[in-house]
């Protein structure tokens, strides 16, 4: 299993800020993931996080945006940039970890932006 | 990706077994059937996943039909704790298909 945590948890924001969110694991994971959850509606993906390359975006979301970074196979970081009211959301974190293919996630960053 | 079809919400009584349909009709051959669910505040964790044959594990059981083309995820004795959103996804394995895309999930209520 992995454990996933994520700094801040919740944060309040000015609108044209940005906010940078930390994702780090206890184990190493194969692959990672940022995704989204506006209030009362599923999740949505934004990313892949490749270690020590690019990020692969869905459709919607864009470098400039949600630019990501993953140094290493226990650590990422999403940074929502111009932020405005929009953007207010959960944010999670999310790692493939073990031979089962199990995916396990972080508990969010509640964003609010004013 | 392939889609799934759920009920939006389903009601269960405490102590007593639930059965949370899924549709996927259009799943290919590679798809694995996950199951996740998400309690209130909180991330989604996952609950067991299947590609052809049922599945067990001591959270719950998953059946899924010969065509593969739906499934039930088996709560054999709800608890109030078991108060959540459940999402059935088809995965791929490995590359690109290898990631979790979410509908919108069956909200489970749980009578005391």
């Known amino acids: 299993s992995a454990v996933i945590s994520q700094k801040p948890s919740r944060d309040i924001c000015q609108r044209g800020t940005s906010l940078t969110i930390q994702c780090q694991v206890d184990s190493q994971v194969t692959m990672m993931f940022w995704y989204r959850q506006q209030p009362g509606q599923s999740l949505t993906l934004i990313a892949t996080?490749?270690?020590?390359?690019?990020?692969?975006?869905e459709s919607g979301f864009v470098i400039d945006k949600f630019p990501i970074s993953r140094p290493n196979l226990t650590f990422s970081t999403l940074t929502v940039s111009n932020m405005s009211p929009e953007d207010s959301s959960i944010y999670l974190c999310?790692?493939?970890?073990?031979?089962?293919?199990?995916?396990?996630f972080g508990a969010g960053t509640r964003l609010s932006v004013l | 990706d392939a889609k799934t079809t759920q009920p939006n919400s389903m009601e269960s009584n405490e102590e007593e077994p639930v059965h949370l349909p899924c549709n996927h009709s259009?799943?290919?051959?590679?798809?694995?059937i996950h199951w996740y669910r998400q309690l209130p505040s909180q991330g989604p964790e996952y609950v067991i996943h299947g590609l052809t044959s049922n599945v067990n594990n001591r959270m719950a059981s998953l059946a899924i039909a010969e065509d593969r083309k739906s499934s039930t995820l088996i709560l054999h004795r709800a608890t109030l704790r078991d108060a959540a959103v459940y999402y059935c996804?088809?995965?791929?394995?490995?590359?690109?298909?290898?990631?979790?895309?979410f509908g919108t999930g069956t909200l489970l209520a749980v009578q005391p």
């Open positions: 259009t799943i290919s051959g590679t798809d694995y």
């Open positions: 996080a490749n270690q020590g390359s690019e990020a692969t975006y």
């Open positions: 996804i088809l995965r791929g394995y490995g590359g690109a298909t290898n990631k979790l895309i």
């Open positions: 999310s790692g493939i970890a073990g031979g089962k293919n199990i995916q396990y």
